[in-house]
């Protein structure tokens, strides 16, 4: 049986994530049936079991991969950049975003796997607003962690408001969070 390349096996596990993404945006989790998921796909179920060996772990590779892709936005372009992109996002993504929600909130395993799911990311967002605070950046009369959940809490408001269809005019809302994070005199 002949290899397959890297960037091959890439362009499959792609594939499967991006039909995933898709049948979980439309189904939700639960609804996401193992027919729905090779449907939208386009692969039997060997194949995308051979990749991500149940629904669960799919599932899982889909939320770190958009976490991932948020945090990178973030680095390079700051809060704006977020606020901006969560505000234009496909509602088929924003679905699988708050999906991770709901099974943060009702799935106490799922909760204790994503706690632990990349701690490289973690540091490195830590060691950026421990940099912006010691550049005077962002406000340093509050911890980092306190100013990270603050953004956290409107990133997650306007992906609410925007995958029910209301339109987010995000320049008001980053004056808002400019301000509460402007560093005090």
Known sequence: ?????????QARRQ?????AR???????YE???VARLEQEIGLSRG???NYYPNKLELFFALAKQDEARMFETWMDGGFEAVMRLIAEENPDWLGVYLENGRRLRTDEEFRKRWASRNPDLEERAHEWLTRLQAQGDIRADLPFEAIGR??????D??????SMGFPVDVEPIL???RDAIAPRD
């Open 1 to 9: 049986m002949p290899k397959r390349s890297e960037e091959h096996l």
């Open 15 to 19: 594939q499967i994530l991006d039909g």
């Open 22 to 28: 898709r049948t979980f945006a439309k189904h939700g």
């Open 31 to 33: 609804g996401a049936t």
């Open 47 to 49: 194949a995308i079991f």
């Open 150 to 155: 603050f953004f956290g809490l409107v990133v």
């Open 157 to 162: 408001g306007v992906a609410l408001h925007t």
């Open 175 to 177: 004056t808002l969070v």
